[in-house]
């Protein structure tokens, strides 16, 4: 007999749905949020400023039409104005509407639960290590430095593109900047939000002649652990690794 119906995601599918009879009355979760506009800082972390790059003049339907996931790399180095290129591809501030800082991918009521790690292991300008980028300073703080592909690719389940990538990154979700508006319906978007992410991410990294590749498949509190997040209050949901195709 199937478990599809009675499988966790199901219903939780079903437990989050909107209906027209129920959509003003349905009682929502009471969830405290986030302290609201505050962005996430590693203070006296060591930090390297990303160079301001204007995007590469190149066709969108092109990296559409191209883009495939790319699992084998070569050696060499990614040089920071490329890693700058594809990180502001990502999460990159467009504009700004008060408080909030709009960015080159969309976010459920502009509440952006998405953080963005990286994995250094070859980029001219970053000593290899693990980072996290700071939107609104535009720069990447130094959480530690070492060597981790390896230790990374082990933690997603034995995957060698990430420690041949030349970097990989690593998205993390704080569900309470969503959910305390939506409820656990904001898991959806909280989501589709790092869906957005990435596929900026992998068309930018086309668009560059790189290759890159979504991965969803890691054990998900050794990959928390590696960068010091409780797995609760912020949670790695998704990575992706770029470097230069073999």
């Known amino acids: 007999m199937s478990d599809y119906a009675t499988s ?8 989050t749905k909107h209906s027209r009879e129920e959509i003003f009355e349905k009682r929502r979760e009471e969830i405290a949020p986030a302290e609201p506009f505050k962005q996430k800082q590693y203070e006296g972390a060591p930090v390297i400023e990303l160079p301001k790059v204007a995007p590469p003049d190149a ?5 559409l039409r191209e883009r495939r996931s ?6 060499g180095q990614m040089d920071l104005e490329t890693l700058s290129a594809l990180i502001w591809a990502g999460q990159g501030i467009t504009g700004r509407i008060g408080n909030y800082l709009l960015r080159t991918a969309p976010s459920a009521g502009a509440l952006y639960p998405i953080e963005t790690y990286l994995c250094i292991n070859s980029v001219d300008g970053a000593p290899p290590g693990l ?16 060597d981790y592909g390896r ?9 060698p593109m990430c420690w041949r990538a030349q970097v990989v990154f690593v998205w993390s979700a704080i569900p ?7 409820g656990s319906r904001g898991i959806r978007y909280i989501f589709l939000d790092a869906a ?5 991410v992998l068309l930018a990294a086309q668009s560059l002649g790189l290759g890159a590749c979504p991965i969803g498949a890691f054990f998900d509190d050794e990959v928390n652990h ?10 790695v949901i998704y990575l992706a690794s770029v470097g230069i195709p073999k």
């Not at 966790?8 to 437990?15: D, H, T």
């Not at 590696?226 to 949670?235: H, I, K, N, Q």
Request: aromatic letters at 14%.
């Open 8 to 15: 966790l995601g199901v219903q939780y599918l079903k437990a």
């Open 59 to 63: 066709s969108l339907w092109k990296a």
């Open 70 to 75: 790319v699992r084998k790399y070569r050696d």
């Open 131 to 146: 980072y996290h980028f700071n939107v609104p300073f535009y720069h990447l703080s130094l959480l530690a430095e070492g």
């Open 151 to 159: 230790e990374l690719g082990e933690r997603a389940m034995g995957q």
């Open 176 to 182: 309470r900047r969503t959910m305390a508006k939506y």
């Open 196 to 200: 957005h992410i990435c596929q900026n």
């Open 226 to 235: 590696l960068f010091g997040l409780d797995g609760e209050e912020e949670t």
